[in-house]
């Protein structure tokens, strides 16, 4: 499985005139196949708040300052401090990701796959399920034989960030 880490794009220019980073397809992890940005995020909301079943990000802070913090597949967390207009983070598929901004932070996000609810895992608790190696439903209501017993229910809304 694939981590995440920060990629460093060249940037050209000078203080005087400005600057121009330039990512082609040789140097991106994976072909693009949508773009989008958010921006006036107030610094009080933590956005993010879910993992992506096979969606891959490159993801650029083209203003201000934004904090990620990525849990894995082996609930370890990281966290990455995008500054910068010429780095980006790779997010793998299989990353639980919350995203804080500053005042006049601006995201862009090259993504691997067209928008698709479906690829969306937005519940914690699922997230963790799936990271361990146990399926996990899309619906509510999720049935978990265990080893030590029978069969429990629970709901996949009662825990974990909230969005």
């Known amino acids: 499985m694939r981590i995440p880490y ?14 121009i ?10 072909p693009i196949q949508r773009v989008y940005w958010t921006y006036h995020t107030p610094e009080s909301i933590v956005r993010g708040n879910h993992a992506h ?50 005042a006049n932070a601006v995201l862009m996000c090259l993504a691997s796959m ?8 937005r519940d914690y608790d699922e997230f963790k399920l799936l990271a361990s190696g146990i399926p996990a439903s899309t619906s509510a209501s999720k049935n978990v034989t265990s080893a030590e017993g029978p069969e429990k229910t629970f709901s996949g809304n009662d825990a974990g960030p909230s969005k």
């Open 21 to 30: 980073s330039v990512g082609e397809n040789n140097a991106l992890p994976f």
């Open 53 to 102: 079943h096979e969606l891959e990000q490159l993801i650029f802070a083209t203003s201000g300052r934004i904090e990620f913090v990525l849990e894995g597949p082996d609930g370890k967390a990281q966290t990455f401090v995008l500054d910068a207009p010429h780095l980006g983070l790779y997010i793998p598929r299989r990353y639980w990701c919350t995203i804080k901004f500053s």
């Open 114 to 121: 067209e928008y698709r609810e479906d690829d969306y895992i």
């Open 6 to 19: 920060l990629v460093e794009f060249s940037k050209i220019g000078s203080p005087e005139l400005g600057y």
